[in-house]
């Protein structure tokens, strides 16, 4: 046994005695916060289990990366601003009940990943096979074009945001489909030097505008996934020690800046790239930066002006944490009962500014857990919305509990995996088609999986999936007659 796995099973071993002994505390935050980090030393350790276990298939392993995520968010902001937390969840009775329901939002789907990947090495052997390590390796130049092409696509979605009609839609889909690629492109900080100007130029405009405009998502999250990237590739450990004092180093800023942007935007608005007036940022910047850093010094509770107690809260997923814990004490299940009505749902068209169909608000179920989501349309007709993520966990949950969400996280783990072996058949001459593919696969089990439901993410994938590896491969045509000076991406002759 390596010592890898070792300590991955003393990680779960101690978690599971973390969660005998909140069996037998009293409720309130004192017992939220060992469930909180027993259910992290669980996840992690049956997360780490798993990268050991199974090495052929990835795309299954970015959703349980999620939920070990999670409880490492909670945690920190239940040490940072205890009071401030009870305060938000008052309403939910987390603290009043023993926090069993924890567990469930946080170690049961990773607990199934490692399920699913005992499957998969029973099922296909241990043997070594052609992974996406080894796709990475022999795609060269060929990725190197595609990953310039992926940094493209994150700066349009600054524009997008502007301008309507069939391109800004389609820009948009491509913009969903590869928001992983941006850890690839920190991996090949040291590969590619027209890979790292790409990116470095899209992320740092990206950051400049995000604070002009008040949108975080579009800037942060790249920037996040980029940096694992740098650190994933880091080699030796002095290199790797290094990358991780300035991950470290950097957590804090960056929540700080999450929460200036936030109070940025209550301040001026969200805004357009072409309605930002440079002469007003300067005018109020000033006053709110200093309001945020004096708010931040005088509360420990963690006040609604505290940018880095909005930065904390945005990284937490809300329904996922109170999913298994209000229902069905709070509210009772949903059941299956409006099922077909979902999938009649996954047929609806909503583009170029019209829609056909029966749209199914699945977000609007969020309300059971005090979220005030809702859809309406203005006066021009265009729908105007307030959501939350409501995603696989939250969504089955509240529908049947702890089967339905088993029997729905088993779906998607094969549909997953199973897509992934298409695609490395379908594109099997083609290696860094098949990285892209993987790259799409990933974000749509990270990112959409995780914001919507099982039948929205599997509709979305197989539309996103065909559309964007069309793009990708017209793109890599275009480029194979054209020598980019180090980027020569024509088949080699012979």
């Known amino acids: 046994?390596?010592?890898?796995?070792?300590?991955?099973?003393?990680?779960?071993?101690?978690?599971?005695?973390?969660?005998?002994?909140?069996?037998?505390?009293?409720?309130?935050?004192?017992?939220?916060?060992?469930?909180?980090?027993?259910?992290?030393?669980?996840?992690?350790?049956?997360?780490?289990?798993?990268?050991?276990?199974?090495?052929?298939?990835?795309?299954?392993?970015?959703?349980?990366?999620?939920?070990?995520?999670?409880?490492?968010?909670?945690?920190?902001?239940?040490?940072?601003?205890?009071?401030?937390?009870?305060?938000?969840?008052?309403?939910?009775?987390?603290?009043?009940?023993?926090?069993?329901?924890?567990?469930?939002?946080?170690?049961?789907?990773?607990?199934?990943?490692?399920l699913f990947a005992f499957i998969l090495v029973a099922t296909r052997g241990q043997g070594i096979k052609r992974n996406l390590a080894f796709y990475m390796q022999i795609a060269k130049g060929k990725l190197d074009i595609l990953l310039i092409f992926a940094a493209f696509i994150n700066f349009t979605i600054w524009i997008t945001t502007v301008y309507g009609g069939p391109l800004t839609y389609f820009l948009r889909i491509l913009h969903k489909s590869l928001s992983i690629s941006a850890f690839f492109g920190g991996l090949y900080i040291k590969r590619s030097k027209y890979v790292t100007i790409a990116w470095a130029v899209s992320l740092g405009v990206g950051?400049?505008?995000?604070?002009?405009?008040g949108s975080r998502g579009y800037a942060f999250f790249p920037l996040a996934f980029y940096g694992i990237g740098v650190l994933v590739q880091a080699r030796g450990g002095k290199e790797r020690r290094l990358w991780i004092v300035a991950a470290l180093v950097s957590i804090p800023i960056v929540l700080l800046s999450v929460g200036l942007i936030q109070n940025l935007r209550s301040e001026l608005g969200r805004k357009q790239i072409t309605e930002v007036n440079l002469e007003e940022f300067m005018t109020y910047a000033g006053n709110v930066v200093a309001k945020s850093f004096k708010a931040e010094e005088v509360s420990h509770l963690g006040r609604e002006d505290s940018p880095v107690w909005h930065g904390m809260t945005r990284l937490i997923d809300?329904?996922?944490?109170?999913?298994?814990?209000?229902?069905?004490?709070?509210?009772?299940?949903?059941?299956?009962?409006?099922?077909?009505?979902?999938?009649?749902?996954?047929?609806?068209?909503?583009?170029?500014?019209?829609?056909?169909g029966r749209f199914y608000a699945s977000r609007l179920f969020a309300r059971m857990y005090g979220f005030n989501v809702y859809y309406q349309r203005d006066y021009s007709g265009k729908i105007q919305s307030y959501t939350v993520p409501f995603n696989i966990l939250a969504d089955s949950w509240s529908r049947l509990g702890i089967i339905s969400t088993c029997m729905q996280v088993g779906i998607a783990f094969i549909f997953f995996t199973v897509l992934e072996l298409f695609n490395r058949k379908l594109f099997k001459n083609y290696p860094s088609l098949i990285v892209m593919g993987i790259i799409i696969l990933l974000s749509m089990s990270f990112k959409h999986l995780t914001t919507y439901t099982l039948l929205e993410t599997i509709r979305g994938t197989i539309l996103q999936y065909c559309f964007t590896m069309l793009m990708l491969y017209l793109v890599l045509q275009f480029f194979r007659i054209i020598p980019l000076g180090g980027l020569d991406v024509r088949a080699p002759r012979g």
């Open 318 to 356: 809300w329904t996922t944490l109170l999913a298994p814990t209000m229902t069905p004490r709070e509210s009772d299940y949903r059941g299956y009962g409006d099922f077909l009505q979902e999938i009649r749902g996954q047929f609806v068209w909503a583009g170029f500014g019209r829609s056909e």
């Open 207 to 213: 950051l400049v505008l995000s604070f002009f405009t």
């Open 1 to 114: 046994m390596s010592y890898a796995s070792a300590l991955s099973g003393l990680s779960i071993m101690i978690g599971a005695i973390g969660f005998l002994f909140c069996l037998f505390m009293e409720p309130g935050v004192g017992a939220v916060t060992l469930a909180t980090a027993s259910s992290a030393a669980i996840s992690t350790g049956c997360f780490i289990l798993t990268l050991r276990l199974e090495r052929e298939f990835i795309a299954y392993k970015a959703l349980v990366l999620y939920f070990v995520l999670q409880p490492f968010f909670l945690l920190t902001t239940l040490l940072s601003y205890p009071v401030a937390l009870q305060e938000k969840l008052a309403y939910s009775g987390i603290f009043d009940v023993r926090p069993i329901g924890i567990f469930f939002s946080y170690s049961l789907i990773p607990f199934l990943g490692l």
